[in-house]
């Protein structure tokens, strides 16, 4: 008999900020319906987003000491196990059937995303590394969430094939040159793309004068996808990081971090200059994405990346611009 089965994945489903110990959130993540919350502890738990009782979402309901209580009936359950723990106006003589329990799943929170343990065959928790394990933010975070009318493995492709019409660097413009092929790096897909000051012209057929390097890595398991601006010397000076996944419909969710790095950039635009000092976002992720400027991607680098998605195991976390 094939015993055979795939550990869950890690994916990066929430920003801390946005999980409480008041009102739970609900997301979709990997397709599954999840509802996040807190203890007063500040420990992260997600619970599949359905109470056992009646299927009512569990997000509409209220964080108390022993749990998440469902709005309807009241029923109370252990964000770690699932468990029931309390049902009103039980009488003394009975107790809580121990087969009332909604599903838990496992939660690893680091560096300002709340990750959940989805998918795969097997039981436990994910063996690979967290995707923001080298997420290091420097000062001031710029962070968001959206969902986005697009299926995730065509936003995955676009991410390589055309960043630009995913996201943007303030005052950037990326070009249709690739800095090589895309290559392995642990468990990423790793791809550099050409970048210039949009005030600037595309150098000439015969010059390479890139001042700027766009680096996409993105996980073969999971959903994170990491973006760098990088300088001409592979310094960064930008990182975005995103949890990627699934969501409801072909449609796909997105929570992001990123932040400056603390580098002085030769060349740089005035108008970019003061935008930095003036604390202004260095990228925006885009949440309306243009139909047209998807269809006109060449399908490039992304040839093989649903094949290499599919038969990847998972084993270590993004790499990270140093
Ligand atoms: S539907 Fe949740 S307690 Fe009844």
Redesign the pocket.
Known sequence: MNHLTSSPNWWACALSESVNDKKPLAVVCNGEALALFRNTAGEAFALEDR?P??R?PLSLGTVKPGGLQ?G????TFDGGTGACTTIPNLRDTERVPPRYGARAYPVAEVNGFVHVGLGGSGLGRPTQGLPSAGYQPQGREFTGAATVNMAHGEYLAAMLDGPDCLLAFDGVRMTDFFLGDSRREGGSLVLDRGAVWKKQMLPSNFVVDYPLIVRTTLALAGGAVQVDLLDVDESPVVTVLMGVSPSRRGTTSLCWRGFWHAVRLAGAPLRWRSARALGKPPFEVFDDIKGAAIAALLVAPSRELEAARTGFTASAPLRTAA
Do not use: E, T
């Open positions: 109470c009782h009646r009512v469902c309807y009936h009241g029923w």
